[in-house]
């Protein structure tokens, strides 16, 4: 227990705390709380939870009322991923529902401050995502006031996709410009990521990993597709501390 806490704190002070979101999008949907339970019991860190509306994504997934069932079952923070149009008209409810974290996508809303800060003043952390051909340039003038940024490194839709391997010189350029500036945006990065390229996206300068077939595909292995995840995390951040 002591080594943990103080490994905790070691990583803190890295200001690089690696956290791993399984996403339900590949999760079976009739029995979430057992699937969610595998993967707190693999050491999950947040619930990556992905809405769909048909339009901005071509599937539709899941909206409020699933969230509200979510939040009874865990007390791990809900990553609520809005791929649809519009977002502003939603972040409400889903703040009432029980999301804590809510990224849009900078491509479905022209208003990206306002939509951020409302969702800020509701006590969420707010992050913006981004398409795999959507520069960084359109997150300079907002990159300061965001908690966290997501890099789609697949194009958003459906999960158990190919990662895309210009999303690392993307990740990169990112982390680049967050030390420059000094912001304090985490980057978050969904798609395509297993053990076989997890250290490839940490040492582009991934804080926030998103995987959901990688974990979920594994059934009842779920909690032991966590813990390895989250081994080679740990791993990337000792080897860091050293440097
Ligand atoms: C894709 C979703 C992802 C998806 C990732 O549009 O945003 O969150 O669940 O799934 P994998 O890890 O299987 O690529
Ligand atoms: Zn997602």
């Known amino acids: 227990m002591l080594r943990f806490a103080l490994s905790l704190a070691r990583e803190k002070t890295l200001g690089r705390m690696i956290k791993i979101a399984p996403s339900i999008l590949s999760a079976d949907f009739a029995n979430l709380a057992q699937e969610i339970e595998r993967v707190e019991r693999g050491g999950a860190d947040v619930l990556h939870v992905d809405v769909m509306d048909g339009h901005f994504v071509p599937n539709i997934t899941l909206g409020p009322p699933v969230v509200s069932s979510l939040r009874k079952v865990t ?7 809005l791929m649809i149009q519009e977002p502003s008209r939603y972040i409400s409810e889903f703040i009432r529902a029980g999301a804590n974290w809510l990224s849009i996508h900078a491509e479905a809303d022209p208003h990206l401050n306002r939509t951020i800060r409302y969702i800020q003043n509701q006590g969420a952390r707010a992050g913006v995502a981004i398409n795999p051909a959507t520069p960084l340039s359109a997150l300079e003038e907002i990159l300061p006031d965001v908690d966290f940024v997501l890099i789609m490194s697949v194009n958003p839709g459906f999960g158990g996709q190919q990662f895309i391997p210009a999303s690392l010189q993307k990740i990169r350029r990112l982390r680049e410009v967050i030390a420059s500036n000094g912001c304090r945006a985490e980057i978050e990065v969904d798609g395509g990521i ?7 996206v940490l040492t582009a300068g991934a804080e926030v990993i998103v995987a959901g077939s990688a974990i979920f595909s594994r059934g009842a292995d779920a909690t032991e597709a966590v813990r390895e995840l989250k081994k080679i995390a740990n791993c990337h951040a000792r080897v860091v501390e050293t440097a």
């Not at 007390?75 to 991923?81: C, N």
């Not at 297993?194 to 490839?200: A, E, R």
């Open 75 to 81: 007390e791990l923070p809900l990553d609520t991923h």
């Open 194 to 200: 297993g053990p076989h390229n997890l250290q490839d």
